[in-house]
C-alpha cells in the first residue's frame, strides 16, 4: 500500500513540476511543428484517450470483471490484486496527462492542457484505500 501512496503522490509531483517549469519559462514556448490536420486529429485523440481513461479509472472496481474476480480472492491475494489495480489506473492517468503535455507541446493547443486538468481531477477519486473485506 505504501508503494502506491508513493506512486500516487508521484503523479501528482510530476505535472505540478512540468506545469512549473513551464510557467517559468525553462521549458520553452513551442511554435506550432504540425499542420492544422494532423493538429485537429492529435487533439481528438488526446480528447477520446483523455475521456477513457478518465472515466476506467474512476470506474475500474465497478467493471464486472473485476467485481468476480474480486469475489473470488480472500485475504492477502484480494489486498495485493486490490493494489495493483489501484496502481495500474494511477499509472494510465499519469501516462495520459504526459502524454497530453506532449500534445500541449508540440500543438500549442490549450485543449490538452485542460484534459490534464480534468485528468487531475479525476485523480482526485483514484486516491488509494485500503480493501475492505
Known amino acids: 500500500m505504501k508503494t502506491t501512496y508513493?506512486?500516487?503522490?508521484i503523479t501528482w509531483l510530476?505535472?505540478?513540476?512540468?506545469i512549473a517549469l513551464?510557467?517559468?519559462g525553462i521549458i520553452p514556448t513551442a511554435t506550432p511543428m504540425l499542420d492544422e490536420l494532423a493538429t485537429y486529429l492529435l487533439n481528438l485523440a488526446t480528447?477520446?484517450?483523455s475521456l477513457i481513461t478518465a472515466y476506467l479509472a474512476m470506474k475500474m472496481f465497478a467493471l464486472p470483471m473485476v467485481k468476480r474476480k474480486m469475489q473470488s480472492l480472500q485475504g492477502m491475494q484480494k489486498e495485493k490484486y486490490h493494489d495493483s489495480l489501484s496502481q495500474l489506473r494511477i499509472v494510465a492517468v499519469l501516462l495520459v496527462i504526459l502524454?497530453?503535455?506532449l500534445a500541449f507541446y508540440?500543438?500549442?493547443s490549450q485543449s490538452p492542457f485542460y484534459l490534464s486538468a480534468m485528468l487531475g481531477i479525476a485523480l482526485i477519486f483514484c486516491l488509494p484505500q485500503r480493501q475492505k473485506n
Open 99 to 101: 502524454i497530453n503535455f
Open 6 to 9: 508513493t506512486l500516487y503522490a
Open 106 to 108: 508540440i500543438t500549442a
Open 47 to 49: 480528447i477520446t484517450l
Open 22 to 24: 513551464y510557467l517559468a
Open 14 to 18: 510530476v505535472p505540478s513540476v512540468l
